[in-house]
């Protein structure tokens, strides 16, 4: 991922949050590595005056976002400069044999999804973090997001645009994901699937002439539509002309 990238995925966390975040919070959430990329970005918009950067609760420097100047450098020089050198250069996305991106896979796309989850927590009024349930029978199930309480579960999909067939399958073995990892919690969860277009989303939202529609409101799934930055949007479309072109 570009050095452009990086920043756009820290500013939408930045932003987005409720609470200032410091620089191990925002690593996860983007899934940037290492965590001095995340520093050096951090440290470029506070020279920028885009972020405060200082002491928080428990001793760690956090960033808190203080706005956009009338006129923001649409890149960051040093940090593209570092990344050309190949010094501290990001972790790439999961690749198959064959050599290509998986659909759907890429670090844009996960980034994006650490930021959807904290645009639908503040609807909810909860923190949300990817989490892992182990159901009575001992199977491990990964969920993009949950609440502390585990009152809420939620399975987000970044893809901007109509779904492709294949597409349509993933986002319907995640409700059923959902579906079933609801019926091992109790009290029963909120489950959700959230997207971030609503083009994306028209075939599965209520009201749609469609049995996937009907399927989810029969399983008490929520379809809600997050909107991210346009910026972020902007290299999500970018990352899905690579995977497909």
């Not at 002491?55 to 649409?74: A, D, Y």
């Not at 990964?142 to 067939?165: F, I, M, N, Y």
Request: charged share 25%; hydrophobic share 40%; with cysteine.
């Amino acid at each position: 991922m570009s050095a452009d990238s990086h920043r756009d995925l820290i500013v939408a966390a930045i932003r987005v949050s409720s609470q200032p975040l410091d620089d191990d919070q925002l690593a996860a959430r983007t899934g940037i590595s290492p965590r001095q990329r995340v520093n050096q970005v951090c440290r470029a918009l506070e020279r920028a005056g885009m972020v405060r950067r200082e002491p928080g609760p428990h001793g760690k420097i956090v960033n808190e976002w203080l706005g956009e100047p009338s006129r923001e450098p649409t890149s960051t020089p040093s940090l593209a400069g570092t990344a050309a050198a190949g010094v501290g250069a990001p972790a790439g996305p999961a690749v198959t044999s064959a050599g290509a991106v998986p659909a759907g896979d890429s670090a844009e796309q996960r980034g994006a999804e650490r930021v959807m989850l904290d645009l639908l927590g503040a609807q909810l009024g909860r923190e949300l973090n990817p989490d892992t349930i182990t159901v009575p029978s001992g199977e491990r199930v990964e969920v993009d997001g949950a609440d502390a309480g585990r009152t809420v579960l939620a399975e987000c999909w970044a893809h901007q645009g109509p779904p492709k067939s294949a597409q349509k399958h993933k986002v319907l073995a995640d409700a059923f994901k959902l579906a079933w990892i609801g019926t091992t919690v109790y009290p029963r969860p909120q489950l959700i699937l959230c997207l971030s277009d609503p083009l994306a989303a028209a075939r599965f939202l209520p009201g749609a002439r469609s049995w996937a529609s009907r399927a989810l409101q029969d399983n008490r799934i929520e379809v809600r539509v997050v909107s991210l930055p346009d910026d972020l949007r902007h290299r999500l479309l970018q990352a899905q002309h690579r995977q497909y072109r």
